[in-house]
């Protein structure tokens, strides 16, 4: 069984700022984790995953993530907003040996950037 | 940006009506999905199909079809739609089926039924 939990609904920042965005997993295996980005009227475009390897990812954008396992969590962040980067975002886990069809998503943070 | 291009983007229709979705690929991946996202849900997996012909169902089917006769194209059929239904569906790819790759996602088209 696997879940996550995306701790804020809404983060707002002003530009120019850190963002933090929260995410919180519970997996019985070996997870893989997945950062999305996802802009008005738009699919969802990866941003970093995570699948075992380094704990600290870098993504596009400047966008990284560090991965916890003794805290389960798996939080976005990025030194310095950009008007560019509001949007909502989406943390997933899936089973890393298992199939792609057990995606869990994460309800979503919708980050607003602040001129 | 992976070649994934959903249609319609935008469809209204009324109750009791069949829909159809497509999903259209040109990135020959083998594993394609449809989602639906509806606010504080994120996405649940409806369908998924691993091949032409060979397909499966996700968290949230009832009240759906899929088919897949060629390894580029995708449909989605509601056969007697439903104002449950409303909804912004997405298509997905991916290369392998594991767990630990990512998805690529088309632009979502939006459903609504009353």
């Known amino acids: 069984a696997q879940s996550v939990t995306q701790l804020d609904s809404h983060v707002s920042v002003s530009e120019g700022t850190p963002v933090l965005l929260r995410c919180n997993y519970s997996?019985?295996?070996?997870?893989?984790l997945f950062w999305y980005v996802q802009h008005p009227n738009k699919g969802l475009q990866l941003l970093l995953k995570?699948?075992?390897?380094?704990?600290l990812v870098k993504g596009i954008n400047g966008f990284e993530a560090e991965f916890k396992k003794s805290e389960t969590s798996f939080h976005l962040t990025k030194p310095s907003a950009h008007m560019s980067d509001a949007a909502e975002y989406f943390c997933v886990v899936s089973r890393s040996s298992g199939s792609a069809r057990q995606l869990t998503f994460g309800s979503g943070t919708q980050l607003t950037v602040l001129p | 940006d992976a070649g994934i291009t959903q249609s319609p983007r935008h469809k209204v229709t009324e109750t009791g009506t069949p829909v159809t979705l497509r999903c259209h690929q040109t990135?020959?991946?083998?594993?394609m999905y449809w989602y639906r996202q509806d606010p504080g849900h994120g996405l649940r997996l409806i369908h998924y199909?691993?091949?032409?012909?060979?397909?499966d169902k996700g968290e949230v089917s009832d009240g759906y079809s899929v088919s897949r006769s060629k390894t580029e194209d995708f449909l989605l059929t509601l056969e007697s739609a439903t104002s449950s239904q409303t909804s912004v569906y997405f298509c997905a790819i991916s290369g392998t089926g594991q767990g630990n790759q990512p998805q690529h996602f088309g632009d979502g088209t939006r459903l609504s039924i009353l």
């Open positions: 995570y699948t075992s390897a380094a704990t």
């Open positions: 997996s019985s295996y070996s997870p893989s």
């Open positions: 990135e020959n991946h083998r594993y």
């Open positions: 199909s691993y091949g032409v012909k060979d397909t």
